[in-house]
DNA sequence: TAAAATTAGATTGTGTACAATATAATTCTA
DNA sequence: TAGAATTATATTGTACACAATCTAATTTTA
């Protein structure tokens, strides 16, 4: 067994199967006007608004030199703005429009068409995200459960 | 169950860990001079050398917008060299130099010392390895089985 | 066999990623 | 409480990724 060969690597299928499902997420983002990182972004606010831009990127794994344009993109199409929070003006906080909430509906079929495309089934999705969150946790990329 | 909360989606983990698992290969691939993406095409120069371009593409899932400045970069790092294919002059044929052939050896204990950082037994190694390999399969992922 | 289609790479443009650095606001601490 | 350390974000520079387009070489086919 060859450790240097290409099948023997682990980290290789990740990198080209995140790839490739963000390939297929293209077609179903792009008539929302959004890239998969964008896509991201607007999952966290939709899932609790109002939120610093610090908060996201630990959720996401991003630093600001990645979600600053990010942002940035979101703020341009209309989905989002930034305010400074009054308690500490370091912090960026950003903030759903009235058009990034209405998204919320026209992407509520997006995981449903992806999870088609893949063609999984049930008890494969459940068997693949347990082994991914438990991969997670070891690389600790889990997130810590939090009260706020 | 929310379909569009980010701890229902089955890419966010595969991308979050394919992003981590390369930042941790970047301290043993920094003193070799490589970024991941360059050290995939040393390891598919080190299987097979002499290799069109459009193969290593094709293994590595990466089009020519991708991988010609990856090579560009090895060209100037002096591990490969390019030609072309006299009996094919589009083929753009990549071949190691003895720096690159060289490079293979200070290689050698990559995988394994990633393996250290990752922390996974031998059976978790087996069991994840079967889950990608499945998956890479049934996104058509997989390589062909080629005989040349 | 000449025009059409295909193939191999290169180029351009947009959008991440991330290390390193910079700046300003806040918190810590001697 | 003033200087030091920390924190939040922005900026710069390098390096992918990939869609779209382009050019040139080869193959197909009418």
Chains 1, 2 share one sequence.
Request: net charge negative; glycine share 4%.
């Amino acid at each position: 067994m060859n450790p240097l060969h290409l099948s023997n690597q682990l980290c290789f299928p990740f990198y080209s199967i995140s790839k490739e499902i963000i390939k297929r997420y293209q077609p179903y983002l792009a008539p929302l006007n959004l890239t998969y990182p964008q896509y991201l972004v607007m999952l966290v606010l939709w899932e609790a608004d109002h939120v610093p831009l610090s908060k996201i990127g630990k959720r996401l794994q991003l630093d600001s030199g990645t979600l600053t344009p990010v942002v940035k993109k979101l703020i341009v199409n209309g989905y989002v703005e930034k305010s400074r929070n009054p308690d500490d003006e370091r912090q960026l906080v950003i903030k759903l429009t009235e058009r990034g909430q209405a998204l919320q509906e026209e992407a509520r079929d997006v995981p449903a068409k992806i999870n088609d495309v893949l063609g999984l089934s049930a008890e494969e999705y459940v068997r693949y995200k347990e082994m991914l969150d438990d991969l997670s946790v070891k690389l600790g990329l889990a997130e810590e459960k939090e009260t706020c």
